[in-house]
């Protein structure tokens, strides 16, 4: 579901203002190549250059850490982890390109080792230590793991438990640099574990695993790190600094000095980065956005397709839409390419319409590839009226006078239609979807959720716009959403309870993005979900930096920066 | 005595008020949404558990009316009650946001009262004079004008004068620079180079209003009996205008700037936003944004505290001025 919060402070008021002014001083930038030419996945390859030792850079970040455990269910924040990437090792890591790498600076491998009981051995380069000399060994692991897992810590309160409580122990060898997990069952995803690792010693020192996991590590800036930078100064509401971690085991890091400037409204990041004060954005994109911060000279402004995506949701609950003649005829009677053209295209042009729930275009699962059209192949989404009529029609509906009345003869009632307060996007998606529908004798009365987490979850609604965020991996994303424990939109199917389970069981990738797509196109032919368009990241950032990119995963632009700096190569 | 007890009448008739904004107040964000909302929508789901402790703690699990008595209760023992974040301390939160406010606020009101006084009689003494009509078009543009976009205008002019003298004189956001510069005087100038353009925007709004109503009241005392019988009596222009008109003519405008502290406070919202300021401002935009109700009603709280005690203030210059106003009971 959507991450960020859609509201924003005096934004309708003042973006027109910052925008004509801005316009006004700033045309003639050079900026903004990649913009507009058609939107990709980002790429680990991009904006890769060679670079010098020395500088500083200063990335703007939306919020002030108020919550120091990225782990922790209140800390698990993207800002957060944006700040504490570069401080906490990392075993895993997802890349722009939607893949999850073993981190070559900690590992030299990662690997099932055995397939039942499923046991994945991690191998910890021997010079990995934390900043203070202790060295980064399979304690770190096991700590990093009982506090996710209820059954070792039953009062912590983790952001997840996914995969941890599927484990069954986690031991150490080779002077602890050799980590065995063995798992209960078989868990397929276990790539998108240990994604950061929590230092074992310090935590030994502050009470019990929950004493150190929801309290110390919560509250207390570190001071300690086991990534390429170490904080060396954290101002409340304002920045946090960063400097090399003397102890750092990789390559890099080349600047001398890396700043997280706090700036709560995005829109004052355009004129901090046109005065210089900060070299590195990442915000929400929108028209006004993209065109301020093209409208900046010497400022690279490019747009990645991320792993959130918007889409269409019917609740199977309500007595009109049980009929799934009734919720086909809604689908392709959609036009979703004119959705996208009149919202996000606006900016994004070249957005192409979604064509599945679980993978994104060009996705790759162990280097297969996973993504397969099931929904345009279903015939849905592409706003054929006639065909949409044609489907009500041979169900035994009539369309009449602008109405629609039943097989059984009973009109079919207004429906709401759902969407976040305060959200523009999803408001024109609405009122598109509205005007669509009119065409079938359909009725959509629109309505805002200020909680769309309540309302999703308590099924209050007939049609619903929102965003879900996939995974790398998306087998649990695929259970928690379309298995019967999870669904929201009412339709339980037990085939998918057990194409999702038999993924989650699965290690051979071709046969996970078989399950999954099963699923996938048993959910267009039930007409559940449509999905419309992967949600755009922007980033921009000063030309002169080099290794800045995109990252449209959890993990966000800082997965790297220990590669950043000033370009050396001209 | 006399003035002391009135004083007391006025904040025992300021409790009720509070007590009434609170709960009204408390109500409206309490009910505005769900602070766990972000939490509840994660994926991949938060462990119920989590989401029941997070309730536990800030009270959601009770009913409103309940809340809204533990947290006075809590207030009247010293303690604000949990916030959203669930790190932060709200009244140590609050301190240093209203030392950032009050930095720029107190030295733009005192440059926008000097400025207004100034500009005020100058144009009273030269009624339809050039200068007059330049200061009252002056005024008039700025009172028109939003602080909003008077700030991101400066900001522009700002970003223009840094890139014409080569070098970064001016800052859009924050109240100084991450890495200060080595030197004292490199600090002091990076100091003034942040606060120059939110200081000169609450000026330049305030000053408007104030120049105004200056004239005004110069113009008035200009009228009166007792400055013409000044004047025609031989005492010298400047004495007249220094010593009877302007000390008359200035009573009032220092009752405004008093009653209007408040409405500096809040414009300063607009003015900590777009200039990055975490000041009070910032603040309250926050915890709405967040609905932190215990944050939002400690703010109000400061504000209330605030309104009450700069409106008992002008009640008792006034009162101190006119001995009339001592004796209504």
């Given amino acids: 579901m959507s991450y960020r919060n859609p509201h924003r402070r005096l934004r309708a008021a003042t973006a027109a203002l910052a925008l004509l002014s801005l316009l006004a001083a700033c045309t003639g930038g050079t900026g903004g190549e990649d913009v507009g030419s058609g939107v990709q996945a980002g790429q680990v390859d991009a904006n890769q250059a060679k670079v010098g030792d020395g500088g500083t850079l200063a990335y703007s ?10 782990l922790h269910a209140t800390g698990d924040v993207f800002g957060y982890r944006q700040i504490l990437n570069p401080v906490l090792p990392h075993a895993m890591i997802s890349l722009p390109d939607f893949t999850m790498a073993k981190n070559d600076a900690l590992l030299t491998e990662a690997k099932v080792v055995k397939d039942s009981p499923q046991t994945v051995e991690y191998r910890i380069r021997p010079e990995a230590t934390w900043s203070d000399g202790t060295p980064i060994t399979a304690d770190d692991f096991k700590y990093t793991w009982q506090v996710q897992d209820p059954q070792q810590c039953a009062t912590c309160e983790p952001a997840t438990q996914a995969g941890y409580d599927q484990v069954a122990s986690v031991t150490g060898s080779d002077n602890g640099k050799t980590v065995t997990v063995e798992f209960k069952n078989t868990y397929q995803p276990w790539r998108l574990m240990f994604p ?36 060396d100064q954290y101002v409340p509401n304002q920045s946090v600094t960063m400097k090399k971690n003397p102890k750092w085991y990789g390559e890099g890091p080349h600047l001398d000095q890396l700043v997280f400037r706090i700036l709560t409204d995005e829109r004052q990041a355009v004129t901090a980065m046109a005065n210089n004060e900060i070299q590195v954005v990442v915000p929400r994109p929108t028209l006004d956005l993209v065109e301020q911060l093209k409208g900046i000279s010497n400022v690279t402004t490019s747009l990645a397709s991320g792993l959130v995506y918007e889409h269409l949701d019917i609740n199977t609950a309500h007595p009109a839409l049980a009929d799934v003649a009734l919720r086909r005829a809604i689908f392709t009677a959609v036009d979703r390419q004119a959705i996208i053209d009149k919202t996000i295209g606006q900016f994004a042009a070249g957005t192409k319409a979604l064509g599945n729930r679980n993978f994104m275009p060009g996705q790759k699962l162990e280097g297969v590839d996973a993504y397969v059209d099931n929904v345009t192949s279903a015939g849905l989404g592409d706003g054929n009226i006639e065909a949409a009529k044609k489907v ?44 669509q529908l009119k065409q079938l004798g359909i009725t959509l009365q629109l309505q805002e959720t200020d909680s769309l987490g309540t309302t999703v979850n308590t099924g209050d609604f007939d049609l619903i716009v929102f965003g879900t965020n996939l995974d790398v991996i998306p087998t649990a994303t695929a259970q928690s959403v379309f298995g019967s424990k999870g669904t929201h939109t009412g339709y339980q199917d037990q085939e998918i309870d057990g194409w999702v389970s038999e993924a989650a069981r699965t290690l051979d990738p071709q046969q996970v993005i078989d399950l999954l797509n099963k699923v996938d196109a048993r959910i267009s032919e039930q007409a559940v979900t449509l999905p419309i368009y992967q949600t755009p990241t922007l980033i921009a950032y000063r030309s002169d930096f080099g290794n800045v990119r995109a990252n449209p995963t959890r993990f966000g632009t800082s997965y790297n920066t220990e590669q950043w700096g000033i370009k050396s190569d001209g | 005595m006399e003035i002391v007890g009135f004083a007391l009448r006025r904040l025992l008739v300021a409790i009720p008020v509070l007590l009434v904004s609170t709960f009204l107040i408390f109500l409206a964000v309490a009910k505005s949404g769900d602070p766990l909302t972000e939490l509840r929508e994660r994926q991949p789901p938060v462990p119920p558990h989590t989401i029941a402790a997070e309730e536990a703690r800030l009270g959601l699990d009770q009913p409103v009316l309940q809340r809204y008595w533990n947290w006075l209760t809590g207030v009247i023992q010293g303690d604000l009650g949990p916030s959203v974040d669930r790190n932060a301390d709200i009244g140590m939160e609050l301190g240093s946001r209203l030392g950032i406010t009050m930095r720029f606020v107190l030295i733009a009101m005192l440059i926008a009262a000097v400025l207004a006084i100034l500009v005020g009689v100058v144009s009273a003494v030269r009624q339809y004079s050039w200068l007059d009509y330049l200061f009252t078009s002056t005024g008039f543009l700025f009172l028109a004008m939003p602080s909003f976009w008077l700030a991101v205008l400066l900001k522009q002019g700002g970003i223009e004068l840094n890139a014409l003298a080569g070098q970064t004189l001016i800052y859009t956001v924050g109240d100084s620079s991450v890495i200060p510069p080595p030197t004292l005087g490199g600090r002091i100038a990076d100091l003034a180079g942040h606060m120059i353009l939110p200081t000169i925007t609450l000026v330049l709004i305030n ?92 703010w109000l709280l400061v504000a209330a505290v605030a309104v009450v005690l700069f409106n008992l203030f002008a009640d008792i210059l006034y009162a101190a001025l006119d001995p009339r106003i001592r004796r209504v009971r």
Avoid at chain 1, 208 to 229: C, E, I, K, Q, R
Avoid at chain 2, 221 to 228: E, H, N
Wanted: glycine share 8%; charged share 20%; no cysteine.
């Fill in chain 1, 61 to 70: 970040i939306e919020v002030d850490v108020k919550n120091w455990n990225i």
């Fill in chain 2, 207 to 298: 000053f408007a209003a104030w120049s105004r109503f200056q004239r005004s009241s110069m113009l008035d005392v200009l009228g009166s009996d007792y400055v013409k019988l000044a004047t025609a009596k031989g005492l010298r222009r400047r004495t007249v205008l220094r010593k009877y008109a302007l000390r008359t003519a200035l009573t009032p405008l220092v009752t405004v700037i008093a009653l209007d502290f408040t409405a500096v406070f809040a414009g300063a919202v607009v003015t900590e936003t777009v200039f990055q300021w975490r000041g009070m401002g910032d603040y309250l935009l926050e915890s709405i944004n967040g609905r932190d109700v215990n944050a939002v009603m400690a």
């Fill in chain 1, 392 to 435: 009500l029609t041979d169900a035994g509906y009539v369309i009449g006078d602008g109405k629609l009345t039943d097989p059984k003869g009973k009109a079919v009632p207004p429906l709401r239609m759902r969407y976040s307060k305060g959200n523009q996007v999803r408001l024109d998606t609405s009122v598109l979807i509205q005007n």
């Fill in chain 1, 196 to 231: 950061h690792l929590l230092p074992a010693h310090i935590a030994a020192q502050q009470g019990d695993l929950a004493t150190s996991f929801n309290d110390y590590f919560s509250t207390t800036v570190p001071t300690w790190s086991g990534g390429p930078y170490l904080i």
